[in-house]
């Protein structure tokens, strides 16, 4: 099908509130990459509705596909196969992008590789550093999931830790509402932080018993919200910006201590970031600092292959298909797919 020899994956991401596709060769070359974000539209509800975020999705994919090929100047001649979000994510946005490369695959008669989306995030550290080889030890942080993840191989994962309640992103989200900062609440709170003293108050670093790797976020959520309700029933005026800065690092700490401490008792020599809030500059900034000081290399996807992305789809989807994987036409979105499985 494909002249060219290098492999050429189209990737399709819709499991939240981003439709995205991109073109990506070999699973670390980007020839295209096209997103269209939904954020002003479900910025006006504070939070992603799911209905809406389906409709939105079936008005645009055709149209982002279609570019995603002008862009690399590719036909579907040139694609080895489609690979697709098919979890976890909300499940209506996940069917839209489900069957329309359910459809693409059977209409151009092209393969169909299913892709984990967290599993994407992971293997976004590919595109950025073409070098990058497991093992290594990834710490996953997004809206709805915080884990550390052991990267085995290109396609295989170990979860070494993980949050029992809020992920982080949904920590940030509600501290955010609480601030009356809006949605999305993750890049607020990092920008109005860079102006807050992240000393000005102790937040709790919270621990789970005899499970050192894991995390819990819903305590400091309530002691923020908690220290705010404090505040009004006293009258003593808030500085939004060091509640922000003060939050932000009890959570970082607490990520970057766990990453760290478990890449080491696992004898990793690298520790990556990978998810939604990965984008957040303290947090690179601190697991840098701090992975460098312990003896370990550290690695992060630039900042355009954070965010929900067709890219990192693809290069996900190019190990899996390397490995002979196909899915049939009766790939399903299924909402709560946990990493690792098949």
């Not at 509130?17 to 997103?35: F, K, L, M, Q, Y």
């Not at 890049?187 to 932080?193: C, G, M, N, R």
Request: aromatic content about 6%; proline content about 4%.
């Amino acid at each position: 099908m494909n002249g060219n020899p290098k492999t050429v994956i189209l990737g399709i991401e819709t499991s939240c509130d981003e439709t995205a596709a991109a073109v990506v060769a070999d699973g670390r070359e980007v020839i295209s990459n096209v997103i269209y974000t939904q954020i002003p539209t479900h910025t006006l509800y504070g939070g992603v509705v799911p209905e809406i975020a389906s409709r939105e999705h079936v008005l645009k994919i055709n149209q982002v596909i279609k570019k995603a090929l002008s862009d690399a100047e590719m036909t579907w001649d040139d694609i080895d196969a489609i690979a697709v979000t098919y979890g976890p994510g909300l499940v209506g946005p996940l069917l839209i992008g489900v069957s329309t490369a359910k459809a693409l695959a059977y209409a151009k008669d092209i393969p169909l590789v299913g892709v984990n989306h967290i599993e994407g995030h992971v293997c976004a550290n590919y595109i950025t550093d073409s070098a990058l080889e497991p093992p290594y030890m990834c710490l996953v942080a997004s809206g709805g999931h915080s884990h550390i993840v052991s990267v085995d191989d290109y396609t295989k994962y170990t979860i070494i830790g993980r949050t029992h309640d809020d992920a982080a992103g949904e920590a940030f989200d509600k501290v955010a509402r609480a601030l009356g900062l809006g949605y999305p609440g993750g890049p607020k709170v990092d920008s109005l932080a860079r102006d807050g003293n992240p000393d000005a108050i102790e937040f709790p670093r919270a621990s789970v018993g005899d499970s050192p790797y894991d995390f819990s976020f819903s305590g400091i959520k309530s002691s923020v919200l908690n220290y705010l309700n404090g505040c009004e029933m006293k009258g003593e005026e808030v500085s939004i910006a060091d509640v922000a800065a003060s939050f932000q690092m009890a959570v970082i700490d607490v990520l970057c201590n766990h990453t760290i401490k478990a890449a080491i008792d696992h004898g990793m020599k690298t520790v990556a970031l990978a998810g939604g809030v990965a984008a957040n500059s303290l947090l690179r900034e601190t697991m840098k600092e701090r992975a460098e000081a312990a003896g370990l290399t550290f690695r992060c996807p630039e900042l355009i292959y954070c965010t929900d992305n067709g890219a990192m789809i693809a290069a996900a989807g190019y190990f899996e298909f390397i490995e002979g994987r196909r899915a049939d036409l009766y790939l399903n979105a299924i909402p709560n797919l946990k990493i690792g499985e098949r």
